[in-house]
C-alpha cells in the first residue's frame, strides 16, 4: 500500500494517468497535486481559487489535467513535458 502525504485538508477528487505512472488529487485545500506512484513522492502542485470537485488526465502530449472547482471554473493545467517533473508551486489564481 502506498501513503500520499502532502494535502491539508480532506481529498475530493483523484485520478491515475493512463500509464499508471502517476496520480492527481485535488480537494478542500484548494490545491491540485500530482504524485510519483513509483515511489509516493509529489512532484507538483498547483493552487486554485476554489475547492476541486473533479479532475480528468487527458493523454495528450504534453499531458493535461483538467479540473472542475466549487466556484464553477474548469482549469486545464498543462504538466511540464511528455514526463512528468518536479517543478515549483504555480501562484494561487495562476494558471494556463
Known amino acids: 500500500m502506498l501513503t500520499l502525504t502532502g494535502h491539508t485538508s480532506r481529498l475530493k477528487a483523484a485520478v491515475v ?6 496520480a492527481a488529487t485535488g480537494g478542500w485545500d484548494d490545491s491540485i497535486r500530482v504524485w ?4 509516493g513522492g509529489a512532484l507538483l502542485r498547483f493552487a486554485a481559487h476554489h475547492v ?5 488526465w487527458i493523454p495528450s502530449a504534453p499531458p493535461r489535467l483538467i479540473v472542475g472547482t466549487a466556484g464553477g471554473d ?3 493545467v498543462e504538466l511540464p513535458g511528455d514526463e ?3 517543478g515549483p508551486m504555480a501562484p494561487r489564481g495562476a494558471g494556463p
Open 84 to 86: 512528468v517533473r518536479p
Open 74 to 76: 474548469v482549469i486545464c
Open 17 to 22: 494517468s493512463p500509464d499508471n505512472v502517476y
Open 36 to 39: 510519483d506512484l513509483r515511489t
Open 52 to 56: 476541486i470537485h473533479q479532475i480528468a
